[in-house]
């Protein structure tokens, strides 16, 4: 992970009034509040890997860090 997503991930479940505009962006806001946000980054396992995660009650969301939209092989 580079280190500006690693900054990214830790940056978004502090403080909480930023992670709560995160949720509001992706249309979470009405039915989550920050603290019951779980923030896991650079999870890896046999089918790939993901970069940033949010768990909510209602959601789970998969933020990915890309240079371009080429998937390479």
Known sequence: MS???AAIGWT???PPA???SVLERLG???STIAE???VDLETADDA???YI???TPTAHVII???QSWIVQE
Do not use: I
């Open 64 to 66: 990915e860090a890309k």
């Open 12 to 14: 978004v479940g502090r």
């Open 3 to 5: 280190p500006r997503t």
């Open 53 to 55: 995660e949010l768990f």
């Open 28 to 30: 979470l806001g009405g």
């Open 36 to 38: 019951d946000v779980a």
């Open 48 to 50: 790939g890997r993901t």
């Open 18 to 20: 930023l992670l709560s």
